[in-house]
């Protein structure tokens, strides 16, 4: 296949890359490096089979020959990215989705939303099922980022049942390895460096919100999978393991074999604003309908992780 993945030199993005050339593909990543980096792709530089574009996508995107996958990955994806950019973050939610749809229905090419557990908000249903509309508050300031993908995944469904598109739309949960970067702000990077800092672990509130984490292979899997199915609505991919952020924090500097210890923290911070309480999801349908659930368990991952950031800290 010859396919195209936005926002391909960011954390998912550039996994993607590397997962679609190992299998023989042809692959073209785009990305204005607003909070991608090249970094994350100059291992591939002069491989024959990929190609990288600087480019932002909530412009018209020109791709010469055929395609046979779009897949939108373009998008800040953390607290710290999308509440100092609000407005790229609705954009590339709104106008990026629409100009990559625009391309797939061009080059009747099949298309992959990555959509996000963050369009169920916080959830007054749990586990999170693909049933679940969600509780999200438009208007505060992690709307920018929910309310982007609800419609980005609505436009995706408007362009299947109106244009005939062949769309996927994969509901990504916490996600975590390698390339992560160190500032963005999510639990994992946080943690990770304060604990080899030998800095306290900053908790918000007493930690009892829980959390639950994949890691970056497992969901390259998954969402190689969705796009191969015949799945046209939304599918969970992510980690049903839940766990506390105390917990998960204990489990940080155990691995690290930090001395840090645990700071709670009550910030007046607009960051943990309708912060989700609880966030699980339910991964039945992907495991009755792809044949996958995870297979890298939390500790395996994170010390992969923690030995990535180990050399950058």
């Known amino acids: ?94 106008l990026g989705t629409h100009k990559a749809l625009g391309l797939a229905k061009a080059k009747n090419a099949r298309f992959l939303l990555a959509s996000t557990s963050e369009v169920y908000g916080d959830p007054l249903v749990h586990p999170q099922t693909e049933d679940y509309w969600g509780n999200v508050n438009p208007i505060g300031p992690r709307g920018v980022y929910d309310e982007a993908k609800r419609f980005a995944e609505a436009i995706a469904m408007a362009y299947q049942r109106y244009h005939g598109v062949d769309t996927r739309i994969a509901r990504i949960f916490n996600t975590f390895g390698p390339r992560m970067r160190l500032h963005d702000g999510r639990v994992v990077p946080n943690f990770i460096a304060q604990a080899l800092r030998g800095q306290p672990l900053t908790v918000y509130g007493d930690g009892s919100q829980t959390r639950s984490f994949c890691y970056v292979s497992d969901l390259m899997e998954g969402i190689y999978r969705l796009l191969m199915s015949d799945e046209t609505y939304p599918v969970n991919l992510g980690n049903p393991s839940e766990m506390t952020i105390l917990e998960f924090a204990r489990t940080i500097i155990e691995l690290t074999g930090s001395e840090s210890q645990i700071a709670f923290i009550q910030p007046e911070d607009v960051r943990i604003k309708d912060d989700p309480k609880v966030r699980q999801p339910d991964i039945g349908k992907a495991q009755r309908v792809l044949g996958w659930e995870p297979q890298v368990n939390l500790q395996e991952g994170l010390r992969k992780t923690i030995e990535w950031f180990r050399k950058r800290v």
């Open 1 to 94: 296949m010859r396919i195209l993945i936005t926002g391909g030199a960011g954390f998912l993005g550039s996994h993607l890359c590397d997962y679609f050339l190992s299998r023989g593909h042809e692959v073209i990543a785009m990305d204005n490096l607003l909070t991608g980096s090249t970094a994350n792709i100059e291992h591939l530089a002069g491989h024959e089979r990929f190609l990288f574009v600087k480019h932002d996508v909530t412009n018209y995107i020109y791709v010469e020959g055929a395609l046979d996958g779009v897949l939108h990955f373009a998008s800040p994806a953390s607290p710290n990215d999308y509440l100092e950019w609000p407005i790229p973050t609705l954009k590339v939610g709104a």
